[in-house]
Nanobody, 126 residues
């Protein structure tokens, strides 16, 4: 069992940067692949980024955030981060982190993940 708690969301201006954190409970955090998703009002939850253990810790991004967002993890702190730069109003959403023990290449699918946090709100004003 893994519990995930996101933090760092807030109201920012377009062009600003923001770092989200996701703290995980448990002693086996390093064995999980981790992902970030987001959900805007009236839209489905969508993939943002993942860091996948079985690929050697490689990172993967949605096209909409590639080059602006960076996912990273600190296993000593049981924490995964999402650094968001050059924020746009369309990045406004609730951001969720998720943990997976799965293999395969479906890290952009919600079903790939076993555990979810409760989300943190990011609002980008124009």
């Amino acid at each position: 069992q893994v519990q995930l708690i996101e933090s760092g969301g807030k109201l920012v201006q377009a062009g600003d940067s923001l770092r989200l954190s996701c703290a995980a409970s448990g002693r086996t955090f390093s064995s999980y692949s981790m992902g970030w998703f987001r959900q805007a009002p009236g839209k489905e939850r969508e993939f943002v980024a993942a860091i996948v253990n079985w690929t050697g810790g490689r990172t993967y991004y949605a096209d909409s955030v590639k080059g602006r967002f960076t996912i990273s993890r600190d296993n000593a702190k049981n924490t995964v981060y999402l650094q968001m730069n050059s924020l746009k109003p369309e990045d406004t959403a609730v951001y969720y982190c998720a943990a997976s023990r799965e293999y395969g290449r479906r890290w952009s699918d919600r079903e790939y993940y076993n555990y979810w946090g409760q989300g943190t709100q990011v609002t980008v004003s124009s």
